[in-house]
């Protein structure tokens, strides 16, 4: 493979992405980076998120919402979509198991790798609601 040239922008995304949690999308990161660099456009942002991922620096996935979001950890997780606001967290990794213990039959191939996503809504908004009925 070849040698892929050192970018300050690229490692600006990498640095910002590790010191969140929220699962950004790329319009999301954008707007945080454009501090650092103001002249930096969002077309640069989406190639290095796409080259990021293809290296396996980091994680991009879909959650059904219409959006790519990026993650800096990429062990095995899952992860809880929140329907109410949106929210995306990462659950504890003792919830996944092997490749192999999860899809050995079925499958017409071997299995690299899954995803699985749980839904529902957040302590955050359950509090809300609750609150909101009470009134």
Known sequence: MKAIKYSRQRECIKTCLMNR?????????????????????????????KLLAELGEITRFSCGDGSEHFDYTTEPHYHFVCKACKAIYDLPKELV???????????PGRVDSHAVFFYGECDECLKKQKSSNSS
């Open 21 to 49: 949690t929220d699962h950004p999308t790329a319009d999301a990161l954008y707007l945080s980076i454009r501090s650092e660099f103001p002249n930096i456009s969002l077309g640069t942002v989406y190639r290095n998120l």
């Open 97 to 107: 198991r092997e490749n192999s213990e999860l899809l050995t039959e079925p499958a």
